[in-house]
Structure formats: C-alpha cells, structure tokens
C-alpha cells in the first residue's frame, strides 16, 4: 500500500508527479486537548500555514514508510511553504522497544537532530537493537554524552507521559492518527489521502 523505504534521496524521484487520489476523507471536530507545538518536533517552514500533526511511533512499520515520504512532501516537495509537520511520540504501552525509541528520540531532539535520527531509525527497521539507538546518535553527529544524559532525564520521561496524556485526550487509538491544523483525520492516513486534505486545507486558506 505504501512505498518500501528510499533514501531522501531516491524517494524525490519515486514520488514525482504521483498525484492524490480521490477519497472523500473528512477532518473531525476540533482535538479536545490542545495539541503542543514543540519546535525541537517539526519539520517544515516556519511560515507555512497548515498544521499536521502525526501522533506516530518510531517502531512502527506502516510509519516508517509514510512518514519519510510525508517528510520530503513537506520539505522538498509539493508542500513545501504549505505544511509544517509536527511529530509527536506515541506508542503501545506494552511495545519496549517503542518506548527505548520513545526516549531515543527525545534526546535527539533535544540536540536539535531529530529528524535526522528518526529517519535513521524507520531506515533500520529490520536491524533494531537497543544498544544500536547510541550508536546511531553517534553516527548521526550527536553529542553522545548529552544523547545519554537526555536519555535517562525525568524531563524526557515526563514530555513523554504528556504526549501520551494528550493523544488519549484527543482519542488517538492507532498509530498513525493524523491532525490537520488541530482537526482529526476520520479515515486512514495514507500519504495520497493527507496530501489531498492538506492541499484543500491550503486552498481554503488562500482564498479571499
């Protein structure tokens, strides 16, 4: 259903001229709990003026492929100065690798790294092991005495807990739920679905 994963580089030529498809996917009422803006978590220009936020999960194989194609939509591609990406960590409470990734990716954010070390993560899906999370901060030009501090922090457990509070508020059930400038997202959020809605979103937003 998704595209396998493609370096950021290769992926540019995959996607090209793949336009949305037609579905009828609606946008819900408004989140009940205020969705954080947390700008170590976003991808995308500052000034763009549609908000999607993805609660995802760096374990997860249907993100590691939508994410890193709705990254370069939103950085390279047709999205680009439209759409600013929000990603905000959400996983099965059971899942333990989910949760190491969990903190991983926090302390990589708090260097300012993390979406270089998410996509490193959804490239090694298949080769997960949790002495390898440090090891790829290094690789990815992290300060690894600061990856590790961050790692055991109670503030990154605690950003996690609030992602987690918020998202059950906002009754995210499944990963990837998708909200579009605080709107839920009533439908599967495959990429062609949320290019078409943030497309609209867009449009609507220009007109006079």
């Given at each position: 259903m998704l595209q396998l994963w493609l370096s950021v580089s290769t992926l540019a030529a995959a996607l090209a001229g793949t336009p949305p498809v037609p579905g009828g996917c609606k946008l819900g009422a408004p989140a009940q709990t205020a969705i954080v803006q947390d700008s170590r978590f976003v991808a995308g220009e500052s000034t763009a003026p549609v908000v999607l936020t993805l609660y995802a999960c760096a374990r997860s194989q249907y993100c590691s492929k939508l994410i890193p194609a709705l990254y370069y939509d939103v950085v390279h591609g047709s999205l680009k100065g439209k759409v600013k990406l929000y990603f905000r960590p959400f996983y099965p409470e059971t899942q333990k690798d989910a949760a190491l990734c969990g903190r991983a990716l926090v302390?990589?954010?708090?260097?300012?790294?993390?979406?270089?070390?998410?996509?490193?993560?959804?490239?090694?899906?298949?080769?997960?092991?949790?002495?390898?999370l440090h090891t790829w901060a290094k690789l990815q030009g992290l300060d690894r005495g600061a990856f590790d501090l961050a790692w055991d922090a109670p503030e990154t457990l605690e950003l996690l807990a609030v992602a987690r509070r918020e998202a059950v508020a906002n009754q995210v059930e499944a990963i990837p739920t998708a909200f579009v400038n605080n709107r839920k997202v009533l439908c599967e959020p495959t990429r062609e679905v949320l290019i078409e809605l943030l497309e609209a979103e867009h449009r609507g937003q220009q007109a006079p």
């Open positions: 302390a990589a954010a708090s260097q300012g790294m993390l979406w270089p070390y998410l996509l490193q993560l959804y490239y090694q899906q298949g080769n997960f092991e949790e002495c390898k």
